[in-house]
């Protein structure tokens, strides 16, 4: 631990309190500096409470990148889906299909993907692949890791910056997580919304296996990730739409998406709508650059797979911090 923490200022402050931003502070406090996480929302209150979740890129690049990080997180998320009840992280089987001719994307091919039989078909689906996947419940999984920052030494304060000059007032070390907000807090132009909506339901329990529409270029999003007895199904994808009010017709539309494709669904209770911004950009900034107060290091732009990334992001953080913070860190 550095001086810096003996005097109650910390090593590193983390603005930002998603997925990205909490794995971000656990990597680093758990690496022996001083973390404090500052946000505006809450973890629970913050776009990845919305996410589905499982393991997989999507909306994200660039493609070279991405699959290192994602195949550096995977691990991680088979070790904690051995603690499935106190971690919110399962491992379990299910498919991405696909109404026209298509190929597997790289990653499930490098992750164990086999094709779908013509019993394991959906109806109307012509081409899928099966594979086993971390699927995360992401409220239980986010509180999962505010316990685990707070067990390593690392704080949380609620605080909303108004620019990233005024953070690198805090700490020699600033590491940029704000997601959807780095398009204000840069500002980053390229930073630009997708709204998700999702449906938490509870079903009768015989949804036991995932399910993804990976049809190209269809015209909504069809998926449901079962948690015990209920499912997150979702969804939308509506480039540049900020709001964060959840629509009852949407609502109503993913329900029945889903019911047609699953019927193991059928009597499902609509517990929950969630709504959240995907930070989408060309492709993730994770790079490092001096500020006038020590380091600034971006980690944003992760659109819909900050989950799948997070933990191969974070530790890219940490080599950055090492290679380029201030001496005695």
Known sequence: MSANSEVGRPDVVIVGAGVIGLTTAVVLAEAGLA????????????????????WGPFLIGP???????????????????ERTEETGVALIWGSHQSMTPTE??????????????????R?????????????????????????????????????RYGSLAEAAGEAPV?????????????????VV????????????GELREFFGDDTPGAPELIYAFPHGNTAVLGGTTQRGDESLEPSAATTETIVRNCLRVLPELRGA??????????????????EAEE??????????????AGVTVSWGCAAEVLDLVKQAGPPGL
């Open 123 to 159: 109806p109307g689906y012509v081409f899928g692949w099966r594979l086993r996947a971390p699927v995360i419940e992401m409220p239980r999984y986010l509180a999962w890791l505010e316990q685990r920052l707070a067990r390593a030494g690392g704080l949380m304060r609620n605080h």
């Open 174 to 190: 600033v590491v940029n997580c704000s997601g959807i907000g780095a398009a204000t807090l840069v500002p980053d132009p390229k």
């Open 63 to 81: 493609e070279q990148r991405v699959d290192g990080w994602a195949r550096s997180s995977r691990p991680v998320f088979e070790e904690l889906a």
């Open 291 to 304: 500020s006038p107060g020590g380091l600034l290091v971006h980690n944003y732009g992760h659109g819909g």
């Open 104 to 121: 597997p994307p790289r990653w499930a091919v490098a992750a164990g993907a086999r094709l779908c039989t013509g019993t394991e078909l």
């Open 35 to 54: 973390v404090r996480v500052d946000a505006e929302r809450p973890p629970g209150a913050t776009t990845s409470v919305a996410a589905g979740a499982t």
């Open 269 to 286: 209770e609509v517990l929950e709508t969630r709504v959240g911004l995907r930070p989408t950009r060309d492709q993730v900034r994770l």
């Open 193 to 204: 919304p997708v709204r998700g909506q999702a449906v938490l339901v509870r079903h009768s």
